[in-house]
């Protein structure tokens, strides 16, 4: 079974930076696209950033120009490196997968626990 774990979450200030982790593990045959969502109290989840597996991006506009995500195949991890935080980005984050596991015929959607990121006004 595949697990997504994430770390990097945190305090921090207006303005300040924050590096989000996500590393799959698992019987992984083929690690499609990556991405990164979020959840602020009484809202829906929302899409912050997604990566394929060719490196192409996309971002909710209210991130352009702050966050970056990257990406390393060989481990299996994915990376938001969130600038310029404001205190609207105060959310849960959650890490996103589209994972293929030896074995199967399809790929599956996985998600991870989500880790807390506050912005201090």
């Known amino acids: 079974q595949v697990q997504l774990v994430e770390s990097g979450g945190g305090l921090v200030q207006t303005g300040g930076s924050l590096r989000l982790s996500c590393a799959a593990s698992g019987r992984i045959s083929r690690n499609n696209a990556m991405g990164w969502y979020r959840q602020a109290p009484g809202k829906q989840r929302e899409l912050v950033a997604t990566?394929?597996?060719?490196?192409?991006?996309r971002y909710a506009d209210s991130v352009k120009g702050r966050f970056t995500i990257s990406r390393d195949n060989v481990k299996n991890t994915v990376y938001l490196q969130m600038n310029s935080l404001k205190p609207e980005d105060t959310a849960v984050y959650y890490c996103?997968?589209?994972?293929?596991?030896?074995?199967?015929?399809?790929?599956?959607?996985?998600w991870g626990q989500g880790t807390q990121v506050s912005v201090s006004s």
């Open positions: 990566i394929t597996s060719g490196g192409s991006t």
């Open positions: 996103n997968a589209d994972i293929l596991n030896f074995g199967s015929a399809r790929s599956d959607e996985y």
